[in-house]
């Protein structure tokens, strides 16, 4: 298995721009999670799906963050506008049982 | 929300023993993990541990719970220069929230 596999691995945007982060989880996981990794706040979950259906999105920081599942194999995070603060490498995740596995994040540079 | 809590920082010398410590504080909490993130990678599980038991080995990795006290341990055995990342704590809350620690980075030094 490839494991969760996330795209692009690194993105640079102007303030302002809309961005959207792609993620496919590991065929035959039901729950899909994104984290957002920061040095001051250390690793955030922001929204997590079982079955392809949002179940708690309570750390999504704002407004302009939006995620979906259309189908098993595919999660998008958008960002929109993108700010400054928003720069961060942001996980996807998903589970099988009681573990979790990450995929290797995308970093976000906002300027 | 969960608050869990991890030492800063690690060195030790290769061929030593490495243990990053790690606080919680809901008891309830079913399964605790450990993960390790190399420079520019993501999080490797490395091993978790069941709530109702005190020890879990895997070849040079020991994981200790003292649920008492809230605190749960990895041992690094005979500590390896591939050994240097950051190691985080993580623990569960409810069924699927999962709280990690600050992340303690492991230097290993030749």
């Known amino acids: 298995d490839a494991g969760v596999i996330q795209s692009p691995r690194h993105e640079v945007t102007e303030m302002g721009q809309e961005v959207t982060l792609r993620c496919k989880p590991i065929s035959g996981h039901n729950s899909l999670f994104w984290y957002r990794q920061t040095m001051m706040r250390g690793l955030e979950l922001l929204i997590y799906?079982?079955?392809?259906?949002?179940?708690?999105d309570s750390g999504m920081p704002e407004d302009r963050f939006s995620a979906k599942m259309p189908n098993a194999s595919f999660s998008t995070l958008k960002i929109q506008p993108s700010e400054p603060r928003d720069s961060a490498v942001y996980f996807c995740?998903?589970?099988?049982?009681?573990?979790?596995?990450f995929g290797p994040g995308t970093r976000l540079t906002v300027l | 929300g969960e608050d869990v809590e991890q030492s800063l920082f690690l060195s030790v010398r290769e061929g030593d023993s490495s243990v990053i410590n790690c606080t919680y504080t809901?008891?309830?909490?079913?399964?605790l993990y450990w993960y390790k993130q190399e420079p520019g990678a993501g999080l490797q599980l490395l091993t978790y541990i069941f709530s109702n038991m005190d020890m879990k080995q895997d070849q040079r990795l020991t994981v200790l719970l003292n649920k008492k006290d809230k605190h749960l341990s990895l041992r690094i055995a005979d500590t390896q220069t591939g050994d240097s990342a950051i190691y985080f704590c993580?623990?569960?809350?409810?069924?699927?929230?999962?709280?990690f620690g600050t992340g303690t980075r492991l230097t290993v030094i030749p």
């Open positions: 995740a998903s589970r099988t049982g009681d573990t979790q596995y």
């Open positions: 799906f079982n079955n392809n259906v949002p179940i708690d």
């Open positions: 809901d008891s309830s909490s079913t399964y």
């Open positions: 993580a623990v569960t809350e409810g069924a699927n929230n999962l709280f």
